[in-house]
């Protein structure tokens, strides 16, 4: 899949928030950029994550970029001052380079990341940073056991699975080492808490799963998702207190030209 069209629903992404922005903050503390003109959030979503970028830096102009018209909507609606454009991040090209160029979340569904990556430090002023980070959960139960799952719909699914679109780190430092000047890149696992029935599914169910969903019939959908869901509980149980312990990695690369 080489770009991110597929219409998002904010609600059922925004249903664990708070899990869903720590690696967004966490991305955002390490940028050093005291006084940035021009800063890009690629894949910016519901927008929330932009209106933390617009409150770091005030004097900025700030521009959210995404695909979904929905997702789109409700930042434009909670954040009025903002520029938003809808736009294919796979074949996005700013007016003016950007002086911080930021991704959460969002990279990971771009196909060739040989090309994406170097194309994306053309697009910075000199001195400019970016700032990304992509799931890398893609070994772990959540994701493997999609395939498993399918069973008669696997002939329906494939097209749209993609079972590794992260690579480990080293690869991008072979990717980003040629173009830039100073690069960091590390992982963080994060052991989430999750609340209610069906935690992880619910979760998945917002991301990975949705470009899969969208591809079946209703009947088709509802047995894939309660096979799926019966996976994720075996691999995920709830645990005495109820709650339900969801260890993700993400990937994370701040570059500078």
Request: overall charge negative.
């Amino acid at each position: 899949m080489a770009n991110m069209t597929h219409d998002w629903n904010p609600s059922q992404y925004m249903k664990f928030a708070g899990h869903r922005l720590r690696p967004a903050l966490d991305l955002l503390a390490r940028i050093d950029a005291d006084k940035p003109a021009i800063v890009y959030d690629l894949g910016c979503g519901p927008g929330n994550v932009t209106g933390l970028l617009a409150d770091r830096w005030p004097d900025a102009a700030v521009t959210g970029i995404d695909a979904s018209a929905d997702m789109l909507a409700k930042a434009k609606a909670e954040h009025p001052d903002i520029t938003w454009i809808e736009a294919d991040l796979g074949h996005w090209s700013p007016e003016v380079p950007g002086d911080v160029i930021y991704s959460n979340a969002a990279l990971h569904w771009l196909s060739d990341h040989r090309a994406v990556f170097p194309g994306l430090m053309e697009h910075l002023s000199p001195g400019g940073v970016l700032a990304v980070q992509m799931p890398h959960n893609h070994a772990e139960p959540s994701h493997t056991a999609i395939r498993e799952a399918a069973g008669p719909v696997l002939g329906k699914l494939e097209p749209v699975m993609r079972e590794t679109p992260v690579a480990a780190p080293e690869v991008y430092y072979d990717i980003l080492e040629p173009v830039t000047g100073e690069l960091d890149i590390w992982e963080t696992v994060y052991t989430q808490v999750l609340e209610g029935d069906n935690a992880v599914a619910e979760w998945t169910k917002g991301s990975v799963l949705k470009p899969l969903l969208d591809v079946l019939d209703e009947d088709e959908r509802g047995a894939f998702f309660d096979t799926y869901s019966g996976l994720m509980q075996k691999a995920y149980p709830v645990r005495a207190d109820g709650k339900t312990l969801f260890p993700f990695r993400r990937l994370f690369i701040v570059a500078r030209p």
